[in-house]
């Protein structure tokens, strides 16, 4: 099954929680801190203005974002897990 957001969403795959502190101590599940980043795997083709054109989207499939800890639907297709938000509750773009 593929997703497609709508307008201006992003569907982002977060990143894997660290499962291990950097003192070696191995954190149980529900121990572990919500990941914030994660890769956009599908955006939306962006807000649909008054005069019927679309904003240009800030972020493209492949970005690596930050995100708010509590912010967005969590939905599994599969055995994936995907967050879906909308491009304004994206804090940043990551730059390696």
């Not at 977060?14 to 599940?29: N, Q, R, W, Y």
């Not at 955006?43 to 203005?49: S, V, Y």
């Not at 054109?53 to 967005?72: F, L």
Request: aromatic share 4%; hydrophobic share 35%.
């Amino acid at each position: 099954m593929k997703l497609k957001p709508l307008d201006n969403r992003v569907v982002i795959e977060p990143v894997d929680a660290e499962d291990k502190t950097s003192g070696g101590i191995f954190l149980p599940d529900n121990a572990q801190e919500k990941p914030q980043i994660g890769k956009v795997v599908a955006a939306g083709p962006g807000a649909l203005q008054d005069a019927g054109k679309r904003t240009a989207m800030s972020v493209k499939k492949g970005d690596e974002v930050v995100y708010g800890k509590y912010m967005g639907n969590d939905i599994e297709v599969g055995s994936k897990k995907y967050v879906i938000l909308r491009e304004t509750d994206l804090l940043g773009i990551v730059e390696r």
